[in-house]
């Protein structure tokens, strides 16, 4: 049995490892696809306090590194179930663990547009977050697809940063808060393309436009990025009848990264909160990792 098992080995889970690591206790990390969560796949992250720049695989590589150095295991299986008691005890697709203490540190996926050569452009001009991309855009034309307050959000934003920012959204009205979609409107920067779908990608290597489909026919944008923001679901299907959470999935946890259930902590981009960034995932994992510590103690 160990003293803590931490579900996911994104940048949460990695410092809740490195964290409990640090504090003497035995720390498994289950991960059901690669370590480093979504960050890995951006290619340059310059956002984080003291590290000027480095691509998302070596911010991710040098996490799992000090956490390996430091005696955590890291093992590779789908969390099917948790059954909260004493122990706590994780089932997965490979068998079933115990541990005294449980930090679910799962993280979100976005959702994907769905149109063919999304993959391939994911980080070679698809981007899902323009506060961590934006800035790689000075003074280049970009689009941001969606209609909700982040699509908003992220157009006035880049808006600041780029040229020319093209607001793509398949609805004739913006779905987001109205305060935001005023202040797009009022942006000179800023074409908002609605009753738009986005249909097609184009370029070789890189992203260099997409066709999107439009009322009485299509429109050719040329773009040097795409920000995509059309939602985001966590990835806690596994935790429902559990654990308590809102109304679209997110563990219900505050500051203190506390769940509903005895012993069970909430850490980064799973759990409800206003801001999911690298550092906020981080501060999560400690206090997560401290506070589950604490609580091994006797």
Same mark, same amino acid.
């Given at each position: 049995?160990?003293?803590?098992?931490?579900?996911?080995? *994104?940048?949460?889970?990695?410092?809740?490892?490195?964290?409990?690591?640090?504090?003497?206790?035995? +720390?498994?990390?289950? /991960?059901?696809?690669?370590?480093?969560?979504?960050?890995?796949?951006?290619?340059?992250?310059?956002?984080?306090?003291?590290?000027?720049?480095?691509?998302?695989?070596?911010?991710?590589?040098?996490?799992?590194?000090?956490?390996?150095?430091?005696?955590?295991? !890291?093992?590779?299986?789908?969390? =099917?179930?948790?059954?909260?008691?004493?122990?706590?005890?994780?089932?997965?697709?490979?068998?079933?663990?115990?541990?005294?203490?449980?930090?679910?540190?799962?993280?979100?996926?976005?959702?994907?547009?769905?149109?063919? *050569? /999304?993959?391939?452009?994911?980080?070679?001009?698809?981007?899902?977050?323009?506060?961590?991309?934006?800035?790689?855009?000075?003074?280049?034309?970009?689009?941001?697809?969606?209609?909700?307050? #982040?699509?908003? $959000?992220?157009? /006035?934003?880049?808006?600041?940063?780029?040229?020319?920012?093209?607001?793509?959204?398949?609805?004739? $009205?913006?779905?987001?808060?109205?305060? =935001?979609?005023?202040?797009?409107?009022?942006?000179?920067?800023?074409?908002?393309? !609605?009753?738009?779908?986005?249909?097609?990608?184009?370029?070789?290597?890189?992203?260099?436009?997409?066709?999107?489909?439009?009322?009485?026919?299509?429109?050719?944008?040329?773009?040097?990025?795409?920000?995509?923001?059309?939602? $985001?679901?966590?990835?806690?299907?596994?935790?429902?009848?559990?654990?308590?959470?809102?109304?679209? *999935?997110?563990?219900?946890?505050?500051?203190?990264?506390? #769940?509903?259930?005895?012993? +069970?902590?909430?850490?980064?981009?799973?759990?409800?909160?206003?801001?999911?960034?690298?550092? #906020?995932?981080?501060?999560? *994992?400690?206090?997560?990792?401290?506070?589950?510590?604490?609580?091994?103690?006797?």
């Amino acid at each position: 049995m160990k003293d803590i098992i931490i579900i996911g080995a *994104g940048c949460a889970g990695l410092t809740a490892a490195i964290y409990a690591a640090r504090a003497g206790r035995s +720390v498994l990390v289950l /991960e059901q696809e690669s370590v480093g969560g979504q960050i890995a796949f951006s290619p340059r992250v310059e956002n984080y306090p003291g590290i000027a720049s480095v691509s998302g695989m070596e911010f991710s590589d040098r996490l799992y590194a000090q956490a390996d150095a430091l005696g955590a295991e !890291l093992e590779l299986e789908k969390v =099917l179930r948790v059954e909260p008691g004493d122990p706590i005890r994780v089932v997965t697709e490979d068998g079933m663990h115990e541990c005294r203490r449980l930090i679910v540190a799962t993280g979100v996926k976005h959702r994907p547009l769905g149109v063919p *050569g /999304e993959e391939r452009f994911t980080g070679h001009g698809i981007s899902y977050c323009a506060a961590c991309d934006g800035a790689f855009y000075k003074e280049k034309t970009v689009a941001v697809v969606g209609g909700g307050s #982040t699509a908003l $959000q992220s157009a /006035e934003m880049l808006s600041g940063l780029c040229e020319k920012v093209f607001l793509i959204h398949r609805r004739a $009205q913006f779905r987001g808060e109205p305060a =935001l979609a005023a202040r797009a409107a009022k942006l000179v920067n800023v074409d908002a393309v !609605l009753n738009a779908r986005v249909t097609a990608l184009h370029g070789s290597g890189r992203l260099t436009g997409v066709t999107a489909a439009v009322p009485g026919g299509m429109r050719e944008l040329t773009l040097d990025a795409l920000f995509v923001c059309v939602g $985001q679901e966590p990835n806690n299907a596994f935790l429902r009848g559990t654990a308590a959470l809102d109304g679209t *999935g997110y563990l219900i946890a505050g500051e203190d990264c506390r #769940t509903n259930v005895p012993g +069970v902590f909430a850490a980064g981009d799973c759990r409800t909160k206003l801001v999911r960034q690298l550092t #906020t995932a981080a501060a999560d *994992g400690s206090v997560a990792a401290l506070a589950a510590s604490a609580e091994c103690v006797g």
